[in-house]
């Protein structure tokens, strides 16, 4: 009987750390409300480099007031990059100009401005177990 129930015990660990846990997101700084916001959730620096994140968010701006917009979904527990666009003409892809500074916002996790790419260590946040809240302001160069 005792190892049952304690196989039960593990059994309802491992499903209760697998299950996905609620993000909220707020963005601050928002220039305007065109376009939408473009969320890359990142899992390793490999992922960063090569631009292929784990996953996407697409959120419109529609709900932005004063320059802020709160986002929320779900995600398993684990260690996790974000990375903001402000895709103000939902091209899907951050715009340059010709002397290739941002002509678009964006904004981190671990809110650190950065003038290049930072590592993925640098933004990385962990995921627990119940609601994680974070704020990311975003940057814009122009």
Same mark, same amino acid.
């Given at each position: 009987m005792g190892k049952i129930v304690l196989a039960f015990m593990f059994m309802w660990f491992l499903y209760d750390n697998m299950i996905s846990q609620q993000v909220e997101i707020?963005?601050?700084?928002?220039?305007?409300? $065109?376009?939408?916001?473009?969320? !890359?959730?990142?899992?390793?620096?490999? *992922?960063?480099? $090569?631009?292929?994140?784990?996953? !996407?968010?697409?959120?419109?701006?529609? *709900?932005v007031l004063n320059g802020k917009l709160v986002v929320k979904f779900d995600l398993p527990p684990g260690k996790y990059g974000f990375a903001v666009l402000d895709d103000e003409n939902e091209d899907g892809k951050m715009n340059y100009n010709l002397l290739g500074v941002p002509k678009e916002g964006y904004g981190f996790s671990g809110n650190t401005f950065f003038l290049s790419k930072p590592s993925f260590s640098e933004f990385a946040v962990n995921i627990r177990k119940g609601l994680n809240k974070f704020t990311i302001e975003m940057n814009y160069v122009f």
């Open positions: 707020t963005i601050t700084n928002i220039r305007n409300s $065109k376009g939408v916001i473009r969320i !890359g959730i990142f899992k390793d620096q490999e *992922s960063f480099d $090569k631009e292929t994140p784990y996953d !996407g968010k697409i959120f419109p701006k529609k *709900s």
